[in-house]
């Protein structure tokens, strides 16, 4: 008599935003999916986690986990076939460390007078000749399974322009402009404009990221699962000091690039400390229970540059590392999803 299957455990993924360093989420979904233990109840995400969370989205509306799979090797193959001026890979498929190709790109003369052109030029000033090299991949999305109703909850993280408030997108409201209003860096690309189907007026929206790298709050509702897994691509924490005007920009932007994530993560660990301090009851307020899945040590090897540029060694390097951090995180946590958390909020913001 064959055994019961034990039914999967449901988290919510909360999928970072940080260019082509997204390929290590790629590395941790594609670790998920193979896993009939988990099902993913909820995505939020932006920028590029916007990017992984519609190849997912759509991949397990259409075929399950392995057209999930199959659409994230996809999606990466593309990113890394990019050819464009300001996207553009100088590197070879193989290198000596992620370490040393990322100094080689910080410092390579390409990127050096592309990265000045960015603060000097706006990108308006392409004028009729300015396109958008995302639009090729995002427009390729099939959106029908992007917003259906059935799978996993899926939200986009846009800013608008004018308010500068965060613009969070569910089911029919996604489209290619939402997705690329997501991954929208303004000294890249034009502000992405399009009517808002929530206000019906004509908007412009940035990158998600200064306002919710990702949104959590999504991921609250009373029907999914309590544990959020948050995949973060931005490193918390640097211990060297940085001195060069590449890496003072780089720290500027990591630490801008985190700051909404952590907000939320500080209101969340205020909530818990009045749980059990018996000052609100449970019942008042949602307690989730927060994983982080990262890698700060390959992260603080790289810095902006392997986010501009699509090197395919840097790529298979963060999928690389996205697997087997999440099998780390699996391996050490599985029994803690649906039980505890396993982040130390009390810890990081004490």
Not at 94 to 101: D, N, Q, R
Not at 185 to 211: I, R, S
Not at 251 to 256: P, V
Not at 284 to 292: N, S
């Amino acid at each position: 008599m064959s055994a019961t299957k034990t039914k999967p455990k449901r988290i919510n993924l909360a999928l970072q935003g940080g260019g082509a360093h997204g390929a290590f989420t790629w590395g941790v979904l594609d670790r998920i999916l193979e896993d009939d233990r988990i099902e993913i109840a909820a995505m939020s995400g932006t920028s590029a986690g916007a990017l992984n969370g519609a190849a997912v989205k759509s991949g397990l509306v259409q075929g399950g986990a392995t057209q999930a799979r199959e659409n994230l090797d996809w999606l990466w193959g593309q990113v890394g076939a990019i050819n464009d001026m300001r996207l553009a890979s100088w590197m070879t498929t193989t290198g000596p460390g992620p370490g040393v190709v990322a100094k080689s790109l910080e410092y390579s003369l390409p990127f050096s007078v592309i990265d000045g052109a960015t603060r000097m030029l706006s990108p308006y000033t392409y004028g009729p000749f300015y396109q958008n090299p995302l639009r090729r991949i995002v427009e390729r999305f099939e959106y029908d399974a992007v917003c259906a109703d059935g799978g996993p909850q899926f939200h986009v993280c846009a800013t608008n322009v004018r308010s500068g408030k965060i613009r969070v997108f569910t089911r029919d409201e996604i489209s290619t402009d939402v997705i690329l209003a997501s991954a929208c860096l303004p000294t890249l690309f034009q502000a992405v404009e399009f009517t808002d189907p929530k206000t019906g007026k004509m908007e412009a929206f940035w990158d998600g990221g200064y306002t919710g790298n990702p949104a959590l709050f999504p991921l609250y509702h009373e029907d999914l699962p309590r544990d959020i897994v948050v995949v973060n691509i931005n490193p918390l924490h640097r211990e060297e000091l940085p001195l060069t005007a590449q890496a003072i920009q780089n720290r500027i932007n990591e630490i801008s690039f985190n700051s909404s994530l952590l907000r939320e993560m500080r209101a969340i660990s205020f909530v818990k400390r009045l749980i059990a301090q018996g000052r609100m009851d449970r019942d008042q307020m949602r307690d989730p229970l927060v994983h982080m899945i990262a890698d700060d040590g390959l992260m603080n090897e790289l810095s902006v540059a392997t986010k501009l540029v699509p090197s395919a060694y840097i790529l298979a390097t963060l999928k690389d590392a996205g697997r087997a951090a999440a099998t780390a995180f699996l391996n050490a946590h599985f029994d803690d999803l649906g039980a505890v958390d396993t982040v130390d909020l009390e810890e990081m913001f004490g």
